[in-house]
């Protein structure tokens, strides 16, 4: 029996709804040869999407600003960010507080802590950052049936028999939206151990798919080890590395002291050593005219005269080598013919980057400069620095922060999550995600790598509250780490003060497409569209308007925002507006205008007068856009609702958002 003969038999079957035919018929069409299959499990956040549209509002008291903090700048600081580092340690970190002011970006980051439920944070997200965000690095529960996470609000156990299918069904959303939201050169880390590492490695190859896989870091987190019930025990978790498209390349990680001391020589361009000139892995096939003849004695070499044979591929000598000088080609210990590491013209130009020297087999090789860079090392797949120690630096670290309170369980070390950002991007103004924010190390870290290295580096977070952990320990922790704090010592730690931090809570407008609701949702949208723009500075009631009507805000730099809300003088407020616009002479760009109406046409033409100077958009559009192609990721057009989650009353001319999706497919 074929596929089509099963769904013809079960649209006839007249003992079950059309919601459960629709189930069958989506289950049977998704059936995959290949992949990973699980049970998908609806979520009550899920759930709530059909009715509600998340919104992000700001908790001003929480607020900290760069420009309201001292600047803590001592020229011998008592003590740094990681008091728990041995002295020499100790010294490096010294020397990577904050620059002086004049030394530092004009404005610093906005980094953003959101609190609620990482898909509802995810989905609005989709409007202020899609396509926006350089690096995600997400540290999620790991399953291990020891009550370390909930679902529906139920601990999930051990004993479950849909554990697994309830972890995958978790990532697997939440993966799927946070690709839409990577730049195209964008990459994401995923840590785990191995209690789901086989699954994570089969959804994020789905996802972003196993070309992309850009490598699995291999980590020792644990020197002492952990036991386990079967003996073994565990010194390790995994980070996975998927790029969202080929364009992705991973940065490279500060060589350590071992690594520079190779560099023992130097002369007037820099350090370097001497390496043999035969390209390590390189084969001849692979690159012909990289193979050619090195006339050598035990002072010298040269490159003969030489002709490029097309028919054979090959470089042919045009003459002999005179007095006692040898032949050398790129040939290993094994006899195969590699290649060599530069062209001809390159060797011909650079006589002073070569010299002749005996290789371990005490063979006359030739040897060139190799040169200490700027941009570090690729990454290995196996790191044991002691810094990567999740108790010595994570845990103690907290200590240290919070004094001998014990606030959080397993929190990451610090270095490990730093060299994971240099990784995930080389960019010194990225914008960095957390959706699994924890204990907040991933701000901490980016806060101490832009201190480290001049970046400007912007971090957003998002963690529920359930214990308090937002409030408690991720916003307490790093805003101790931004104002400075005393530690458990009793010593001063200077902030990193050249930050600012603002924290959301996620809140809800109804997703009926009444008139009323699409006010509304104009209305709840401000913080959306400053996070979108990255405008903080309200100039609203400084020039003159209510912010009733409308609100104005700039990010001191050339950049202006302008919302509009319906009111009954909406009209005569766009006038004013157009005015304004006309005053504004330090633009860097067109001012961004978002403002309650129909369509884009009605609203230009109410700016008609500066529609050169503006970007329009119409509002709340734009934000169902974000929506409902955020819904059709979740399939949420496909999906029976859940019969706990009632249907809201509509009136004819009323729609659903999540209707409006399955009337446009």
């Not at 320990?473 to 603002?502: D, F, M, S």
């Amino acid at each position: 029996m074929n596929k089509k003969q099963i769904l013809d038999k079960i649209k006839q079957l007249d003992s079950l709804t059309n919601d459960e035919k629709a189930y069958l018929v989506n289950l049977i069409n998704t059936k995959k040869k290949y992949g990973l299959v699980w049970e998908d499990k609806p979520e009550d956040v899920e759930e709530q999407l059909r009715q509600c549209l998340p919104v992000l509002r700001e908790v001003p008291e929480k607020r900290i600003l760069a420009t309201d903090l001292p600047a803590i700048l001592p020229t011998k600081p008592k003590t740094t960010q990681t008091e728990i580092f041995s002295e020499t340690e100790m010294d490096e970190a010294k020397s990577q507080q904050p620059k002086a002011k004049s030394q530092q970006p004009s404005l610093p980051p906005n980094h953003l802590l959101i609190e609620g439920d990482n898909l509802h944070a995810l989905t609005a997200l989709t409007f202020t950052h899609e396509g926006k965000i350089d690096a995600m690095y997400f540290d999620p529960p790991y399953n291990t049936g020891a009550k370390d996470w909930r679902y529906n609000n139920d601990f999930v156990i051990k004993e479950d028999l849909f554990r697994h299918s309830k972890w995958v069904s978790m990532m697997h959303k939440r993966l799927q939206i946070a690709k839409r939201l990577l730049k195209e050169d964008g990459i994401i880390c995923v840590t785990i151990d191995d209690y789901e590492m086989p699954r994570l490695t089969m959804i994020m190859e789905e996802i972003f798919g196993e070309e992309n896989h850009l490598g699995t870091i291999t980590i020792r987190i644990n020197p002492s080890g952990r036991s386990t019930v079967k003996g073994v025990s565990i010194t390790h978790e995994y980070g996975l590395f998927f790029g969202k498209s080929e364009n992705a390349h991973v940065g490279r990680l500060p060589r350590n002291e071992k690594q520079k001391n190779r560099y023992d020589l130097n002369d007037e361009k820099s350090a370097y050593e001497w390496v043999n000139f035969r390209k390590h892995g390189g084969m001849r096939k692979e690159s012909p005219s990289m193979y050619y003849p090195i006339y050598i004695t035990e002072n010298s070499l040269r490159i003969p005269e030489l002709k490029w044979s097309e028919e054979s591929k090959e470089w042919i000598a045009l003459e002999n080598p005179i007095h006692n000088e040898v032949v050398v080609f790129p040939i290993d210990d094994n006899g195969q013919d590699r290649r060599w590491k530069w062209g001809l013209e390159r060797i011909r130009n650079s006589p002073n980057e070569f010299c002749v020297k005996q290789d371990r087999n005490g063979k006359l090789a030739v040897y060139v400069k190799a040169r200490m860079t700027n941009d570090g090392v690729l990454p290995l797949t196996w790191w044991d620095k002691k810094e990567y120690s999740a108790t010595a630096y994570g845990t103690n670290l907290i200590k240290e922060i919070f004094g001998e309170l014990q606030v959080f369980s397993y929190p990451k070390a610090l270095h490990a999550v730093i060299d994971s950002i240099r990784v995930l991007t080389s960019k010194p103004n990225a914008v960095i995600l957390d959706i699994f924010a924890g204990s907040g190390t991933t701000l901490h870290a980016t806060m101490q790598l832009n201190a480290e290295d001049g970046g400007n580096r912007q971090c957003i977070m998002v963690t529920n509250n359930e214990n308090n952990i937002c409030e408690e320990v991720t916003y307490e922790r790093n805003k101790r780490v931004i104002q400075g704090y005393t530690n458990a010592k009793g010593a001063e730690v200077p902030g990193l003060t050249h930050n600012n931090l603002r924290y959301y809570k996620s809140e809800f407008v109804p997703s009926t497409k009444t008139e009323q609701n699409k006010r509304l949702l104009t209305k709840a949208s401000t913080e959306l569209l400053q996070i979108k723009e990255d405008c903080y500075t309200e100039l609203t009631t400084l020039s003159g308007f209510d912010p009733l009507h409308c609100r104005i805000f700039t990010n001191e730099k050339g950049k202006y925002l302008l919302v509009v809300y319906h009111s009954r003088q909406q009209l005569a407020v766009c006038e004013q507006l157009v005015g304004y616009i006309k005053t504004l002479g330090n633009l860097t760009g067109k001012v961004k205008l978002y403002a309650f109406s129909p369509e884009k046409e009605t609203l230009v033409e109410d700016f008609e007068e500066v529609a050169d100077l503006i970007d329009a958009v119409p509002l709340p559009e734009a934000i169902y856009n974000a929506y409902r192609a955020t819904f059709k990721t979740l399939k949420l057009d496909k999906k029976p609702m859940a019969t706990k989650v009632p249907q809201p009353a509509q009136t004819e001319e009323e729609q659903d958002l999540f209707t409006s999706i399955q009337d446009e497919d």
